[in-house]
């Protein structure tokens, strides 16, 4: 008599993604690719003061960048991070330069100021059900209305050399890496670690994959919603004391210009889906090095300036394009 089958108990614990998914291994590739060229055709881009400057200039759009994914995983998106980025470093510069703050001093109250305006647009966005992108256009002419009435139409002047601990300089780095682009580094893995293994971070993509059912489930939608806003502001917040370390003692009105564009640029080109539900920071941060690589090639090549835009351009719409079918193949296959 043969002895009775068994069946093995199905193993406990929840199944989690791959720590490193398809498009970020791409990206890494498309990245390691571009580097070689550069290397290549301007051997200058290699050497250390250029790395160095690339990881300084990653440093801020890299910081935003966490909380945009935050935002844009949960199926949302705020346009209104170069204004944030623009207060705080105006009010930041003022309270140096001409308050006589030190930088230390200043750079919680640049934090406080874009997490309070981070919640504003919060508020709006998950307690007045108006769409992010509407909410957030307006919410950018609001902040850079304040933010010109705080330059009061003149650049700052006699910011201090103090500030160069978060620069581009010698003083701003460790073993030669920004001391930025560590900052940065703790935060995409602190950020990476929430998202995938705390509930409160996979409620994020719960929200972005089906906000009703998320509901349905227990998840408080709006608080949450709310919750990434307000994230956001304070990155940005701390993003601004990266810009107004960048070596001058002037800060003019342009500070920030185009940063919205580069933030979410590198969240979408990192395989952040715009219809929410999927993404990660290390992706967004790989779209962000991939943004400053064009750039600082495009810069070191000698070609026109405008060709940087239209190769990130480029980037996004195969981005989103991949995803739209990733999209369609899934519902499908549903």
């Known amino acids: 008599m ?6 093995e108990a199905p193993k406990s614990g929840r199944v989690l993604p791959p720590p490193v998914m398809g498009q970020e291994v791409v990206l890494i590739a498309v990245i390691a690719a571009l580097w070689i060229l550069l290397a290549i055709f301007t051997p200058a881009f290699l050497s250390a003061g250029s790395i160095q400057q690339l990881l300084w200039r990653l440093a801020p759009i890299g910081i935003m960048a966490v909380g945009m994914t935050m935002i844009i995983v949960t199926a ?22 001409e308050g006589g703050w030190g930088f230390w001093t200043a750079v919680p109250v640049a934090i406080l100021i874009g997490g309070l305006l981070g919640s504003f647009n919060g508020v709006l966005t998950a307690y007045g059900r108006v769409p992010a992108m509407i909410i957030t256009f307006g919410t950018a002419n609001i902040f850079q209305y304040i933010g010109l009435k705080v330059f009061n ?3 700052v002047n006699g910011l201090p050399a103090s500030r160069d601990v978060l620069g581009p300089g010698a003083g701003g780095r460790t073993f030669g890496i920004p001391h930025a682009f560590m900052i940065m580094l703790v935060l995409v893995v602190l ?12 409620h994020f993509y719960a929200i972005g994959g089906n906000s009703g059912a998320a509901a349905l489930a227990g998840v408080n939608v709006r608080r949450r919603i709310f919750i990434t806003y307000v994230i956001t502001g304070l990155l940005v917040g701390l993003a601004a004391s990266v810009t107004i370390a960048g ?14 564009l580069a933030t979410i640029a590198a969240v979408v080109i990192g395989g952040t889906s715009v219809l929410g539900g999927r993404g990660s920071v290390l992706g967004a941060v790989l779209g962000a090095l991939l943004v400053q690589t064009v750039s600082t090639g495009v810069t070191q090549l000698g070609w026109p300036s405008q060709l940087s835009n239209l190769f990130v351009g480029i980037f996004i719409i195969i981005a989103v394009g991949a995803d739209l079918i990733r999209e369609h193949r899934r519902r499908s296959h549903a």
Do not use: W
């Open 76 to 97: 949302g998106i705020d346009i209104s991070v170069a204004a944030i980025l623009m207060v705080c470093s105006v009010v930041m510069a003022k309270l140096i330069a």
């Open 2 to 7: 043969s002895a009775p089958a068994t069946t």
């Open 191 to 202: 950020a990476g670690f929430y998202l995938r293994h705390f509930p409160g971070g996979r």
């Open 247 to 260: 070596g001058t003692s002037t800060l003019d009105q342009n500070v920030g210009k185009g940063q919205e």
């Open 153 to 155: 139409s003149q650049t």
